[in-house]
């Protein structure tokens, strides 16, 4: 079954630090990858996706995740954290049968 | 464009019980998904509709159900509640058939006593 893996539960960073939060996907075919962000208690934002082409794909607010085809990874980067980015972050990809697939997601916190 | 819309936000039920929760997608988004957020099981797919018809459903019990309207507005209900229906249930609209992205509402937060 097609799945997506985020190996870190939580993560902390310093204010100004760059972040990199991994991701993994099972084997298949082109896989459609997204990265969304969620602030306690609200819905999920989208930041990012990688549907084909380039493999280093721009989001919002500075984010930026690369597709790795040999490392089935699609991980994703910013080269510096704000306090404003502590949230929890969710890889996803979609199934065959047009649903989503979450990975258990990371929690980032930001130290001062 | 108004984003996704969910109603209501926060619910409080009795075991037993059922509810209705509802979606308005962005305009022009003809297909919806229904997910449930829980701490234990992160997130699960329940169930998507697209022009009225559901295309595909998760591995949830018969309580649970949905339906789309001809404005693409969705509704799912759980019949019966149970103290493990308690979760954050989202609703994602797109835009296309399939393999596009998806947006998120705010989320009903249904807590079941």
């Known amino acids: 079954a097609q799945s997506v893996t985020q190996p870190d539960i939580h993560i902390t960073v310093s204010e100004g630090a760059s972040l990199e939060l991994r991701c993994n996907y099972s084997y298949g075919a082109t896989p459609y990858l997204f990265w969304y962000v969620q602030s306690p208690g609200q819905g999920l934002q989208l930041l990012l996706k990688y549907f084909s082409g380039d493999t280093l794909v721009q989001g919002i607010k500075g984010f930026e995740a690369e597709f790795k085809r040999s490392q089935s990874s699609f991980n994703l980067r910013k080269p510096s954290v704000h306090w404003s980015d502590a949230a929890e972050y969710f890889c996803a990809r979609y199934n065959q049968g047009g649903k989503l697939i979450f990975g258990q997601g990371t929690e980032l916190s930001v130290k001062p | 464009k108004a984003g996704v819309t969910q109603t209501p936000r926060y619910l409080i039920k009795t075991r037993g019980q059922q509810v209705t929760l509802s979606c308005s997608p962005i305009?022009?988004?003809?297909?919806v998904s229904w997910y449930q957020q829980t701490p234990g099981q992160g997130l699960q797919f329940l169930f998507e509709?697209?022009?009225?018809?559901?295309?595909n459903k998760g591995n949830f019990p018969g309580r649970f159900s949905g339906r789309q309207f001809s404005n693409s507005r969705s509704e799912m209900n759980v019949s019966t509640l149970e103290l493990g229906d308690s979760a954050l249930y989202l609703c994602?609209?797109?835009?296309?058939?399939?393999?596009?992205?998806?947006?998120f509402g705010q989320g009903t937060r249904l807590t079941v006593v």
């Open positions: 509709y697209f022009s009225e018809t559901q295309r």
């Open positions: 305009s022009g988004h003809r297909s």
């Open positions: 994602a609209s797109s835009p296309a058939a399939v393999n596009t992205e998806a947006f």
